[in-house]
């Protein structure tokens, strides 16, 4: 398994991965220690999490570090992901009793309770874009509930799925409460049948989801899916362009442009449409394309080689004419060709940001890195 830096292309560090056996030994640890943990008293795991927590905090440099080296997010977006990791350890710690309580319900029976048991080993399937945090906010909440979490993280960000099983180890959780599978993609779905996990949580593509669903189900076990997303960024009539064009291009390029939640449509009322389209291109034309670690960059690299150009689609209906089309000939508005162009990136997978329109649709596009 390797770490390789999308900044230069560099290999970082090669991981051993853990066999199949290895790795089902772990889920078996798993199991025995969540008849442990289960046990402890809530007011210590809210101890160990308020650690967890300081932890981070105590190794924000290091870990923010190690994100922008191994998926190319900028440094001061990696600082923030490590700060909301730290804060979910303390917002969980001091909530959870009340979350976790027990209540009477109102029912024709006698007396009718809601109580909430913990289920076992909880696996985490989590993607590469946001490291830390989106196995934080499983993991954080589960282990406080009780459960134990096997984390299976994407392969290109090994070195912090091994720091976060270290965070969890250093604050003082038993071993086996937190275990990190250094295992393939390819391997997923058969730790699903492993009889200590009793549910599993995945954040990915949908074709993942589909997968992993039909898998949990043929096993009754329960899952939590997240997948994709195609958001709308709506602008009313009555909206200042100027203004909301800044907070599109933002939600737009949040985390490189590599989120599930970013904005990916832009539907304008027509009245402020042209103004809104050439605000959002001089707002992309002025964005700093380059080294993640530089304080100055906005828009690191990709993550990955091969990701796609297009951010932005137009509706489902147009979208072929819009893509083969407009690509070909559209017309490039300011901040592409011909218009103010951002800085050039300085890292092989960068992109620069450009508006395209397309077909009379408006498609927020990047262009090939030189």
Known sequence: MQAINPTTGELIREYREHSETEARDLLDRAGVSFEVWRDVPLEARAALMRATGALLRARRDELAALATDEMGKTLTAAEAEVDKC????????????????????????????????????????????????????????????GNVVALKHASGVPGAALAIERLFRDAGLPEGVFTTLMVPASAAEGLIEHPAVRAVSLTGSEQAGIQVAARAGRALKKCVLELGGSDAFIVLADADPVETAAAAAAARTVNNGQSCIAAKRFIVEQPVAERFERALAERMAALRVGDPRRRETDIGPLARAGGPRILLRPHRAREHRARHAGLRSGDLWPGGRGGARPRRPACPRAREPLALRAGGQRVDARCRAR
């Not at 959870?96 to 009477?104: E, N, P, Y």
């Open 86 to 145: 730290a804060a979910c350890c303390d917002w969980f710690a001091e909530r959870a009793a009340l979350g976790l309580a027990s209540r009477l319900i109102a029912t024709d029976a006698g007396r009718s309770f809601v109580r909430y048991d913990p289920l076992g080993v909880v696996l985490a399937i989590m993607p590469w874009n946001f490291p830390f945090w989106q196995v934080f906010r499983c993991a954080v909440p589960a282990l406080m509930a």
